[in-house]
């Protein structure tokens, strides 16, 4: 076994190795046709340090990115040459590619932006906080109640943007001497703001159901993914029923560390073609696509692990599950809103059906999530976080210039 490993090691590696090559090759290629920000234009840098496979953590905020350019120019900035192919097919805003540290360095001189987002823990990230004449502010990439979200690292940054009052608490719980009231910021949810997409599927009596897993996990404290051990059984129960409609999108690493995870998810996706192919008009629907939103939006139930997919759901108001984790070894905080969750346990998953005929039709679960949903995001009114949003970075600004001009270096 230990030698089988191995050669899989290499053979990941030597294909990784490859990609790299073909990304560098067909960078160098387009980049001298790129136009670069003009000096000294960039207020706000997106530092994103990671690969292409995690480029769902920058994506959800194309949209509010956007929006805030038309008022302070925005770029990002790309470290790996995957990555940065990606952002020029898909990005919004303007994007430099800094591979080395050099690139990062003639970066700040030429641009000097104030605020510099993270969008995650990388730590890659340090090699971007060594400037110090900008503001580092962590925005990261969801809301949950991960250990991840209370990782004594938010004492790195200068500022932190939080969702709302479940953050604050959970902050304040988990980490020594930080002060919340300086050092972060409630703006909600704003991509909430920017749902984007329409449903692939027509409008019919069906009960959509959204089964949207995250990955195994890299240790065994943050073993959340069900796909091996509920989601096979929730998606054939699904798929069988022919008043419901099943949306299966998993968290893009799914089985990127186990085989077997792997094939669970290959088998779900196998299942769904099968099921489409035996009834066209059921229009199951297997997503993997970049845009987020029309499946939190337009399902009737969604079922969820631990992650951010929970919180996401939890802005729309409508009925959730959540799975819980088999492997006793997994941390799960029920302190917040997992408290009070609908769980659903492995051995439920033959039951699914019936459970979210129940969760749909409940109107006392309705109103139980409308308590956390102010719990965690504040006023979910449209717009309401993305001009909380753009006050957060008003105040920065500002904070900036009075910190500038008392150094004399405004």
Request: hydrophobic share 45%; charged share 25%.
């Amino acid at each position: 076994m230990p030698i089988i490993s191995d050669a899989r090691t290499a053979l990941r590696l030597a294909d990784r190795l490859l990609k790299s090559r073909r990304s560098r090759r067909e960078l160098a290629r387009r980049l001298p046709s790129v136009a670069a920000p003009a000096p000294g234009t960039v207020e706000i840098a997106v530092y994103f340090a990671d690969g292409p496979v995690n480029m769902y953590q920058v994506r959800q905020w194309y949209a509010p990115l956007a929006e805030l350019a038309a008022t302070h120019p925005v770029a990002i900035i790309a470290r790996s040459p995957g990555t940065m192919l990606t952002l020029l097919d898909e990005s919004p805003v303007p994007v430099v590619y800094a591979r080395q540290v050099v690139d990062l360095e003639q970066f700040v001189e030429q641009q000097a932006p104030k605020i510099v987002f993270y969008v995650n823990q990388n730590a890659r990230n340090f090699q971007m906080m060594r400037y110090g004449r900008m503001w580092h502010v962590f925005v990261n990439h969801g809301e949950s109640d991960k250990m991840y979200m209370t990782t004594n690292q938010f004492k790195a940054y200068d500022y932190a943007l939080i969702a709302g009052d479940a953050a604050r608490g959970r902050l304040s719980d988990a980490l020594w001497d930080y002060d919340l009231d300086a050092r972060t910021i409630s703006i909600g949810r704003p991509q909430a703001d920017h749902f984007a997409g329409a449903a692939p599927y027509p409008a019919d009596d069906r009960t959509v159901v959204l089964y949207a897993p995250t990955w195994e996990g890299d240790r065994a404290a943050a073993a959340y993914g069900s796909i091996a051990s509920h989601g096979t059984t929730i998606a054939e129960r699904v798929l069988a029923s022919p008043t419901h409609r099943l949306v299966y999108r998993p968290h893009p690493r799914s089985g990127v560390r186990d085989a077997a995870y792997k094939a669970a998810h290959e088998r779900i996706v196998a299942a769904i073609a099968s099921a489409n192919a035996a009834d066209p008009g059921a229009h199951h629907v297997y997503d993997d696509g970049a845009e987020l939103g029309w499946q939190l939006a337009g399902a009737d139930v969604a079922i969820t692990d631990i992650s951010a997919m929970i919180y996401d759901r939890l802005a729309v108001g409508k009925p959730l599950i959540v799975t819980r984790p088999v492997s006793p070894e997994a941390d799960v905080d029920e302190r917040g809103y997992l408290s009070d969750a609908n769980w659903l346990t492995a051995s439920d998953a033959q039951d699914v059906v019936a459970r979210v005929d129940a969760a749909a039709n409940d109107a006392a679960e309705l109103a139980k999530l409308q308590h956390w949903v102010e719990r965690y995001f504040g006023d979910t009114t449209p717009g309401a976080a993305t001009k909380r949003l753009h006050d957060a970075v008003e105040r920065l600004l500002a904070r900036w210039q009075t910190v500038a001009a008392a150094r004399g270096e405004d």
